[in-house]
């Protein structure tokens, strides 16, 4: 991810880098975890494992399409980082950061504000983005698209004399995706501190560097230590080290699970039980190679689920490509946060007075759930 960090995802399939990258991570002996069905492929490389996630543009349409902001619009372009700068590829850059000193890189903004085209601006955008701004942008699109998107079981939509807003509507949408990331973080500091403490990718990687040169010796996987990604890194920096993306390096909490995913994991479930999975995503849109404009995609449709699921994998697989988090940091922390969603919708459900059979959902694994007063089925 740190060396295809300025490809942008529409030349995935054009580009030789990522071809090489798609055959090695098509033959790893040690990959754990969901992964798209058959080999690893320029078309599916560094896309999530959920249901809709290979189906259109590498970028989620709710990354991509305006945002309905009260009486304004906001478009989805963002001030980047400079492309091909990097940062902690010196070793004594490195030191100096696991000692706890001040970084002395600074980031180098883009001359243009873009729409997300490659890893380095999804990267940036979750470096400096809120915590469930990326979900309540979903949200606020969603809304947007009007009552033909909400989940069929709302009663509001079978009512002819009345309309959803404090439970079933807007307030009620807003108010949960809110609600359930505070408890999200929670949960995910829980498992860092507490239960994994797991080194961050950034750590590792000193470890890869040293082993190789021969200062220390440490339990590595070969297929980590004969990489071909870890030579290229060494022929373009002099050291084994991650390229990152940020001049601080990694932040100073463990890397599992990541705060992002159970953040954006906890926001789509919310997502997926107020509004209908299967509807289709009107007019979707794709960022132009240079990240300067977008077009009207027209390769299929694509469903809410499906952008749903891709969000999720979007904000979680850019904080790897910034080098701060593994890949299962990402998948395990989707996986708590719809853990933790569920709860509170439970929670949330049962204090309804509406007469309804209760919002059935999907979850990640394609197994459903139905929330109803007084049942999980």
Not at 110 to 117: E, Q, T
Not at 293 to 317: C, F, M, R
């Amino acid at each position: 991810m740190a060396l295809t960090r300025d490809i942008p995802f529409a030349q995935f399939d054009s580009s030789s880098v990522i071809a090489r990258a798609a055959t090695e991570l098509s033959h790893l002996s040690s990959f754990q975890g969901p992964k798209p069905t058959g080999a690893v492929t320029p078309d599916s490389i560094f896309r999530g494992p959920w249901s809709g996630e290979l189906t259109g543009p590498f970028l989620s349409q709710f990354l991509t399409l305006p945002v309905p902001y009260g009486m304004v619009t906001i478009d989805q372009k963002y001030t980047t980082a400079a492309p091909n700068i990097d940062f902690v590829t010196n070793y004594g850059e490195w030191l100096s950061l696991q000692r706890g000193v001040a970084p002395s890189g600074k980031l180098t903004s883009d001359s243009s504000a873009r729409y997300i085209r490659a890893g380095r601006d999804l990267a940036s955008y979750v470096h400096s983005d809120f915590s469930y701004q990326a979900v309540l942008n979903a949200a606020l699109i969603l809304l947007g698209f009007g009552a033909g998107v909400l989940n069929k079981q709302n009663p509001y939509t079978q009512y002819k004399t009345q309309a959803s807003f404090v439970t079933f509507g807007a307030p009620n949408v807003l108010d949960m995706v809110a609600r359930v990331s505070c408890a999200a973080l929670k949960a995910a500091w829980n498992q860092k501190w507490l239960l994994h403490r797991r080194l961050r990718p950034e750590v590792y990687a000193g470890r890869v560097h040293n082993q190789i040169t021969g200062a220390a010796q440490y339990p590595l996987h070969s297929d980590v230590l004969n990489s071909s990604a870890v030579q290229s890194v060494y022929s373009a920096n002099g050291t084994y080290l991650l390229p990152m993306a940020y001049p601080e390096g990694s932040p100073t909490h463990p890397s599992y699970p990541a705060g992002h995913a159970v953040l954006v994991g906890a926001g789509i479930t919310v997502l997926k039980a107020l509004f209908d999975g299967n509807a289709t995503i009107p007019k979707p849109m794709a960022a132009a190679q240079d990240g300067l404009s977008i077009a009207p995609y027209t390769d299929g449709s694509l469903t809410v689920a499906g952008e749903l699921h891709k969000l999720a994998s979007n904000i979680a697989l850019g904080r790897d490509m910034a080098g701060v988090h593994y890949r299962s940091d990402g998948v395990g922390g989707m996986l708590l946060g719809e853990a933790v969603a569920l709860g509170i919708l439970q929670d949330l459900v049962g204090c309804y007075t509406e007469q309804f059979a209760g919002l059935t959902i999907s979850r990640f694994d394609g197994t459903q759930v139905t929330l109803c007063n007084g049942c999980v089925v």
